[in-house]
C-alpha cells in the first residue's frame, strides 16, 4: 500500500517535471497578458483617442492660420476703425456733446440747449452691457431747409445715431410763404458697445464675414465721419487682462 | 510467453505516445510563448508608433498656435468688425427714418397753408396741425395727400379733424403713420 503510494508521488513529481516548462510559459503568457497586454492595449486606445483630438484640432488650427494668412490686416484694420466709429465701444459723454453740437451747427440749426441722460458711464456694470445707448435733447431752432439737411445728415453719419423723436414747440410761418421756421427739440440715440474680452481658444474658427455684413461696410464708408473737434491723445482702450484688441 | 512479451510492447507504445504527447505540448507551449512574444513586440511598437505621433502632433499644434498667435492682429479686427457689424445692423433696422417724413412735409406744404403744429413720433409717425386759409388750399392739401397715399410709404395716412372757422380758413389735424 505505502509502495503504491510512493510510486504515484514519483510519477506526479516527474510528470510535474517534464510539463514544468509548459506549464511556466503558460502561467506566464496569462501573466503577462493580463499585466501587459492589456494595460498596453487599454494605452493605445487612450492614445488614440488623444491623437485623434489632436488631429482634429490640427486641421481646424491649419484651416484658421490659412484663412488668417489670407486676410489683408489693412483692409481689416480699415474696417474695424470704420465699424468702432459707427458703434463706439466706450460710452463717451463729453465726445457725443461735442458731436451732436458739431453736427447741429454744420447745418446751420441754432441750438438753443442740449440734454443729456447719460446714466452708466464707465461702471463695470455699464461695461457689461452689449449694446447701451446714450440718449439726448437738443432744443433747436431753425428754417425748413437747415432742419432737413440737419435730419439728413444725422441718418448718414458716424457715430449712428438714431432720431427718437422731433417735437416742435412752434412754428411761424415765414414773410415770404416758404416753409417755416421752427423750433422745438430733437431726441436722439447714440450707441455704445465695450470690445469682445478676449478671443477665444485658437483652435475656435473665425468668425465670417457674409456678404451682407461688407454691404454694411460699404454703405457706411458713405456715411460721414464726426470726430471729436479736440483730440489730446488717443487713448487706449483696455478689454480684458491681456488687450488683444490693438485700439 | 505471448502474454509478456504483449505487456512490454504496451509499455513501450505508451512511452512512445506519452513523449510524443510531451514533444508536441512542449512544441505547443514554446509557440504560445513565441506568439505572446510576438503579440507583445507588436502591441508595444504600436505603443512606441502611437506616442511619437502624439508628441509629433504636439509639436505640430504648438508651431501651429504660434502661427496663429503671430496673426492675433488680424483675428482681434475681424472678432471687432462681426461684433461691430451685429450692432450697427440692429440699429440700422430699428431706427426710423425721418427724412423721407420731411419731404413729404416739404410736398405738402401748398400755398396757403399755415402750420400750427407738429410733431415727429417715435414711431417714425408725424403728426401736423396747420390752417388753410380756403378751400383751394383744402383741395391741393388734400391732392398731394392722396399722391403720397399712393406711394403706400405709411401704413395709413388720417385727417383727424377737419373744421371750418368763422372766418372761412379750414383746421386741419394730420397723422401720417408709419
Known sequence: ?247 | MNKGINLISTEARKIAKEQKVKGKVKTASFAFVAFFIFVASLTIGFLVFLNQKYKSNDKKIIALENQIKSLEKNESYLVTITDRVKHAKSVLDDRKTYSKTIEDLERIYVNELEITGLDFGAGGDMKIEGRCLNLTCLTELNNKIEEIKAEKEYQEILYNTVSRSTSGSYNVNLTFKK
Not at chain 1, 89 to 100: G, N, P, Q, R
Not at chain 1, 180 to 196: C, E, H, V
Not at chain 1, 207 to 214: C, E, F, H, T
Not at chain 1, 221 to 238: C, D, F, G, N, Q
Request: negative net charge; glycine residues 4%; hydrophobic residues 40%.
Open chain 1, 1 to 247: 500500500m505505502n509502495k503504491d503510494i510512493t510510486i504515484n508521488k514519483e510519477a506526479i513529481k516527474t510528470t510535474l517535471e517534464e510539463y514544468l516548462i509548459p506549464v511556466a510559459a503558460i502561467v506566464l503568457v496569462i501573466i503577462g497578458t493580463f499585466f501587459l497586454i492589456i494595460p498596453k492595449t487599454g494605452q493605445i486606445q487612450e492614445v488614440r483617442s488623444k491623437i485623434k483630438q489632436q488631429d482634429t484640432k490640427i486641421s481646424q488650427l491649419s484651416q484658421k492660420a490659412a484663412e488668417l494668412s489670407s486676410l489683408s490686416e489693412t483692409e481689416l484694420y480699415e474696417s474695424s476703425s470704420l465699424l468702432l466709429a459707427a458703434v463706439p465701444a466706450e460710452k463717451d459723454f463729453y465726445e457725443t456733446l461735442m458731436m451732436s453740437k458739431q453736427i447741429v451747427s454744420e447745418n446751420g440749426v441754432f441750438i438753443e440747449s442740449f440734454k443729456f441722460a447719460p446714466g452708466e458711464v464707465s461702471t463695470e456694470s455699464a461695461k457689461k452691457v452689449t449694446l447701451s445707448s446714450l440718449p439726448f435733447e437738443i432744443s433747436f431752432n431753425s428754417n425748413f431747409e437747415n432742419l432737413k439737411s440737419m435730419v439728413e445728415n444725422i441718418e448718414k453719419m458716424l457715430p449712428l445715431v438714431t432720431i427718437d423723436r422731433i417735437r416742435f414747440g412752434s412754428v411761424e410761418a415765414t414773410e415770404s410763404g416758404s416753409l417755416a421756421d421752427f423750433s422745438g427739440k430733437i431726441n436722439l440715440m447714440s450707441y455704445f458697445s465695450p470690445l469682445p474680452k478676449s478671443l477665444g481658444a485658437p483652435e475656435k474658427p473665425l468668425p465670417k464675414i457674409g456678404n451682407q455684413d461688407r454691404e454694411l461696410v460699404e454703405k457706411l464708408k458713405s456715411y460721414k465721419k464726426y470726430e471729436p473737434l479736440a483730440v489730446e491723445e488717443e487713448e487706449v482702450i483696455t478689454v480684458g487682462k491681456e488687450n488683444p484688441f490693438p485700439f
